[in-house]
């Protein structure tokens, strides 16, 4: 039977399992998939296990994206670039890291046919998923891609990994065509991000890298006023997809069962 985990802290709001488990079954696979509350001084053990192929796979979520390379063999170009890792596996003797969180996010905009070319893209946050996220823009085609974050010295560190962003100081929100939440506000049903969006003209698109709640208070201040909106879901299961190809190599299907997993 092989095993599989998804690690980070907090974990228990995590719907990994559920997803995984659902093709686990649906591809008869001998295999389970577990979350597991870790502490960083765990993490090495981990790494050491799947070496060792008592782990035949990871998933790694906040706040080990990045800490985890500390114990890795080997990245793919994507994970050294964003310095982000959310898929382990066992590439013949060397524990690699992948991010498919790019993969993710890339083909859930081109499932709703948003073209990113020549656009002007804001980022609102500096956390462990907008690496994966500029990333993904950049190969896309943006015409600029700005960030802003409440802790203005963490969207600038992003600079060492991107020289092409801008930042801005958190609070003056220009106009752009997409507008991403990349923050973790919004993940209880009543936060509230305290910007002004009205200088936003209508008709653009406000994303939000939260699925759960479904429907932020970000996305119904977009929808009010007059944008499109559209929010993680879709990106959390592609990038599911990505690291289930990696691990049993094949690719799962997207059906309502899939859906409705994640909406319970
Ligand atoms: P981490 O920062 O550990 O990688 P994360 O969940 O990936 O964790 O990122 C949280 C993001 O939400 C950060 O950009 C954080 O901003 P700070 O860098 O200033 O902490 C942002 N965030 C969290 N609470 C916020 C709030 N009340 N207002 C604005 N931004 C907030």
Redesign the pocket.
């Known amino acids: 039977m092989k095993k599989y985990l998804v690690i980070g802290n907090p974990i228990s709001h995590s719907l990994s399992p559920k997803l995984h488990n659902y093709w686990i079954k649906e591809n008869n696979i001998k295999a389970y998939y577990e979350k597991k509350k870790t502490n960083k001084d765990e993490i090495k053990n981990l790494i050491s296990n799947v070496r060792n192929k008592k782990i035949d796979g990871l998933n790694v979520t906040?706040?080990y994206k990045k800490e985890i390379i500390n114990h890795l063999d080997k990245l793919t170009p994507e994970a050294n670039k964003t310095q982000s890792v959310n898929t382990v596996f066992l590439n013949g003797n060397k524990v690699t890291g992948h991010n498919t969180d790019i993969r993710g996010f890339e083909l859930a905009i081109k499932k709703i046919n948003f073209d990113i070319k020549q656009k002007e893209i804001l980022i609102?946050?500096?956390?462990?998923?907008?690496p994966s996220i500029i990333f993904a823009i950049h190969e896309m085609g943006a015409r600029k891609i700005s960030v802003m974050?409440?802790?203005r010295s963490?969207a600038e560190n992003l600079k060492n990994l991107f020289k092409e962003i801008i930042v801005l100081d958190?609070g003056e929100i220009p106009n752009c065509d997409m507008i991403i939440n990349?923050?973790?506000?919004g993940l209880k049903k009543e936060?509230k991000?305290?910007l002004d969006f009205s200088k936003i003209s209508k008709n653009k698109l406000f994303y939000d890298i939260i699925y759960n709640p479904v429907k932020t208070n970000f996305l119904k201040t977009g929808r009010d006023l007059g944008n499109n909106t559209e929010n993680g879901k879709m990106m959390f299961i592609y990038q599911a997809i990505a690291a289930f190809k990696i691990w049993h190599g094949l690719e799962p299907k997207i059906n309502n069962d899939v859906i409705k997993l994640l909406e319970e």
């Open positions: 906040v706040p609102l946050g500096a956390g462990g998923v907008v974050n409440r802790t963490k958190w990349a923050t973790s506000v936060d991000i305290n």
